[in-house]
């Protein structure tokens, strides 16, 4: 993995635009977790280096340590229009409305979406950006659950397409947000949904848009082993500080029996004190975290390797 500002001479060098749109107490993570994840994938296809150009959302608040960062190691959203990217990945963010067209950074979410349609090869949305582009495009308005959806799901691969090639027939993503896309209206709307579970509809629906194929991705496969137990952690938090009117669900299929004992202990104290935020210096974090089993870094790397691949051949095709 490298990072450059100029365009690699053969189709062994690919372009990928990332863009970060995560909460700040999520950002630095986020871009560890994809700058880890195309690194294991580019070994996986090998023959190629991925270099990566950083940008960042304008219309999201933001920390004095994540400006810095931003003004450090991100160029302006503006810088991308001026380039051509083979391939962009754009982050999700923290749902802050009901409605996605009254978030602060809709505009320049949307423009970027469509730029990508003219302007890039493949484009991977997450999660959030996900629900913006079906909002955008098919006019799909996505939908609230009734409860946060957090775990890691059994899915079942449809096996015909370049982009499951080596997964198998079941693989295992987490899965961490509060909205949905219906999988019926995806499908009416011309998009082949390549990743489904059975527990929680889709996590991978694909379609060709002008010059770019687009994957919109519901599921978190960049995901480190801790990160759910993290954002458990967090919402814990938020409950104790008045946040959130109710504790939250422990992540589904994620923990083992111990675990589960360890943190349904601590969920027990956190309702016997609701209103003590101090209850967190004892939340069970290293305990849980050394027993965890990550079950989802395998196929997220075959994901995005297959990912690469398709980007080389469209830039073999065009050369």
Known sequence: MSEGRGRG????TLEI???NNMPDSAFEE?????TGLLERAAHEVGGITVRLSRYGLPGLARSPAIERCLSEDYRPLKGIYSSRPDGLI???TEPLTDDLKRESYWEPLTELIGWAARSTASAVLSCLAAHAAALLFDGIERQTLPEKCSGVFVHEIRTDHPLTEGLGELVHIPHSRLNDLPSALLQ???YANLIESPEMTWTLAVKERDSCIFLLVQGHPEYSTTSLLREYRRDLQRFLRGERDAVPAIPA????????????SFEAQVLAQPTCPELMRDFPFEPVAQRLVNTWQLPGTTLYANWLRQIRRRRQCSA
């Open 253 to 264: 299929g994620y923990v083992d029996h111990e675990s589960r004992r360890l943190l349904e």
């Open 90 to 92: 754009v982050t999700g």
């Open 30 to 34: 986020t871009e560890r977790q994809f």
């Open 17 to 19: 635009a990332f863009v």
């Open 188 to 190: 009416s709307s011309g």
């Open 9 to 12: 001479a053969g189709v062994s």
